[in-house]
């Protein structure tokens, strides 16, 4: 199991370089961060050019990705333009954990920029995965229970719908029942902006009051297609022999289920869960946009089109080891969990 | 016994024991056992609806009515003049429906037809010759693979942003970014169906009749294509259609955001572009467009859930 893991680790560093070189070539044609920087006028031209020299843009692609990995502290950078590289730069490269410093919010490191949205995107998201995974077990189960039931008919109908639609469908359809037309109703209604009310301050309960429709909106997807896969392995599971003996032993219903069943046809849905982090981050970058939730999406939406390369690359890097960590997690966890595999 | 093989039908009736129905094609065989799914016939029939409401609506409507901005009526409920209401800048939406509609499906079939040559390509590479080709084109796929697949559109649409012009073909201008989207969605949604082509052609390779045709001189394209292909038909249909169903959801996530298609071209996910900020006051505005894209993804996963259905393998009965 170490030596699989080991070489896991091993296939994933390359991978993640070669993730690395294809964004930094797609971020080179981002739009030009410089217009922007003269505040309201256009930039002069030799500001321009002495922007383009401190912020190491005027250097080759390649010579700027090495310079973004390995950092530009061990070389010569020419600060005052007079083609002669004498101060030393101040970066230390990515491998050593500086993501350098954000175009748009000028000076503030990018690991700071993205420190300081994480959480809130975190916030969203674990409850949702959290939501997603017991729901889905709940009404995957009770389904395969009661099979052909209305119930269940109503179910695989409701999550085949629920499946096909987009996210930002069922945000803005919540958000009208939920927030628009319950006040029109007069019932008590859920906020849909931001992620607390400025009047009250940021505390516990309007935080989780603001959380209730975005949570919804993010799992609501994911629960629809897990449930339906849920009764599936449930039902490929009951049909076993072993479920027979325990039955014919007489066990009671609710051991047989809990006990024997549930193990068994919960396994696979660990690896759907774990590799479904890519999807929830998806979702999150839309959901936020409606919802104007001050997260790690919406930081990267407003970053993407104002071109600033740092905090773009610094999440794509973080986002694509995120997914790669999981998957390891998740196949170690699957062979941690079911003693049939065994990797070498 | 083999003298039937050599008389006419007519010469001598076959004893009873001998009478067999011909083999069922492939195409038969499928549509026999498609047919029983009535959740997938009527996937396929609210499909054609939509594709004769958004090609056949533009007999009806003119695209530069579509397009024609008229700020005096801007956000008008739907009225018997403008079915579907009017949008924030007084173009009427069910006019735009029906242009988006085309530009919509249009976007999401040809996107499959791009992400389907690449990912057999790739796959068939990657199967057939084996080895050290096989490794890197698995290390390159599970790259793409790894990072979701919005933040690559995403990036890809900023990168060809402004870039690509605009195209005119049949009298109508196009947005270039109609082009860049098909082409991004297309580069990025191969992964799946190249590692599900390169499953395939390693269990096929293995058969004795590649063997034969090897022996006979074919040379490797003739295997490829003409041989393991076509038996790998099933997984790839099904792969397809759905994807036909992502193609359309990609196209509006990133139409939502912003970054998709360039107005004035409608798309069904730019017309939602900006609707939460009149969610109180003008439901019109994503009610009408987003109902169109849940039907069309609704119907296209019913399809492919009964093509899959009917394209096991491993049930053999009609």
New interface residues.
């Given amino acids: 199991m170490i030596r699989y893991i080991t070489r896991r680790i091993l296939q994933a560093i ?2 993640l370089f ?2 690395s070189v ?2 930094f070539v ?6 030009d961060p410089l217009a922007t920087m003269g505040g309201r006028s256009m930039t002069r031209a030799s500001d321009r050019e002495r922007l383009a020299r401190q912020l190491g843009l005027d250097k080759p692609i390649l010579l700027q990705y090495v310079y973004w990995l390995i950092g530009n502290d061990w070389a010569k950078v020419d600060l005052d333009g007079d083609g002669v590289a004498e101060s030393s730069g101040t970066r230390q490269g990515v491998l050593r954990g500086d993501f350098g410093t954000s175009l748009v919010n000028r000076g503030v490191p990018v690991v700071q920029v993205i420190w300081d949205r994480l959480p809130n995107t975190l916030i969203l998201m674990v409850p949702s995965e959290i939501l997603i995974i017991l729901l889905s077990l709940i009404v995957g189960v009770y389904s395969a229970l009661r099979q052909y039931s209305l119930l269940d008919n109503a179910v695989t109908t409701l999550s ?2 629920g ?7 069922i ?3 919540s ?2 029942i939920f ?2 037309n319950f006040k029109r109703w007069g019932l008590p209604y859920l906020p ?1 902006v931001g992620m607390f009310d400025p009047q009250v301050g940021k505390t516990f309960s309007q935080v989780a009051l603001h959380m209730v429709l975005p949570v919804f909106s993010l799992s609501f997807i994911s629960l629809a297609g897990y449930s339906r896969y849920i009764r599936g392995t449930m039902l490929e599971v009951l049909s076993q022999d072993y479920i027979r003996t325990a039955k014919a032993k007489g066990l009671p219903r609710r051991d047989i289920v809990l006990v024997h069943a549930l193990k068994n046809a919960s396994l696979p849905i660990v690896t759907v869960v774990g590799l479904d982090l ?2 929830l ?2 979702g999150a ?2 959901t936020e ?2 919802f104007a939730w001050p997260g790690m999406g919406r930081l ?2 407003d970053h ?2 104002r071109g600033d390369a740092p905090v ?1 690359m610094g999440i ?1 890097m973080m ?2 080891f995120a ?2 960590a999981f ?1 390891l997690i998740t196949d170690v966890t699957y062979a941690w969990l079911d003693p049939r595999i065994r990797y070498e | 016994m083999s003298q039937s093989l050599s008389l006419s039908p007519r010469a001598a009736p076959l004893p009873l024991d001998e009478l067999e129905a011909p083999p069922l094609s492939l195409r038969t065989l499928t549509w026999r056992r498609f047919r029983r799914h009535k959740m997938a016939l009527g996937g396929i029939v609210v499909l054609v609806l939509l594709f004769v409401y958004a090609f056949g609506g533009s007999l009806f409507y003119s695209e530069a009515y579509a397009n024609f901005t008229e700020t005096g009526v801007r956000l008008q409920a739907p009225s018997a003049v403008h079915p579907f209401g009017t949008d924030t800048i007084g173009r009427d939406i069910f006019a735009r429906t029906i242009f988006g509609g085309q530009i919509s499906l249009i976007i999401g079939l040809t996107a499959v037809v791009l992400e389907t040559i690449v990912g057999i390509l790739i796959g068939a590479a990657a199967g057939y010759y084996g080895g050290r080709l096989d490794s890197l084109l698995m ?2 796929t ?2 793409v693979f ?6 690559l559109l ?3 649409a ?2 060809f942003s402004g ?1 690509v012009p605009n195209i005119t073909l049949y009298n109508r201008t196009y947005s270039g970014s109609v082009v860049v989207i098909i082409v991004i969605i297309g580069l990025t949604s191969w992964p799946y169906l190249a590692r599900i082509v390169r499953a395939e052609f390693l269990s096929i390779k293995e058969n004795e009749f590649i063997l034969a045709a090897r022996a006979t001189g074919a040379s490797s394209s003739q295997i490829i294509f003409g041989h393991i292909l076509p038996n790998s038909v099933a997984p790839i249909v099904v792969s397809a259609t759905l994807g036909v ?1 992502n193609a359309i ?1 990609s196209e ?2 990133i139409s ?4 998709g298609v360039q107005p004035p071209t409608a798309t069904w996910g730019n017309m ?1 572009e900006g ?2 900020n009149y ?2 006051t003008a ?1 019109w505005l ?1 009610v009408f467009p ?1 109902t169109l ?2 039907l069309t ?2 119907s296209t ?2 399809v492919g859930d009964g093509l899959r259905d009917a394209l096991d393998p491993r049930s053999r009965t009609i």
């Fill in positions: 390359p991978l070669i993730i294809v964004f797609l971020l080179r044609n981002m739009g085949f719908v499946y096909s639609m987009p996210i930002f469908f945000a803005l359809l958000m009208y927030a628009v849909t890519p999807t981050l998806a970058i839309v946009r409606i990267f939406l993407l089109s773009v794509l986002v694509s997914v790669v998957q | 290390r390159f599970e790259a790894t990072i979701p697949q919005i933040f995403l990036v890809m900023k990168y870039r169903a959801l509006a996530y939502f955001l912003g970054l939602l609707a939460y969610i109180a439901p994503w987003g894209i849940v993804v609704l996963n019913f």
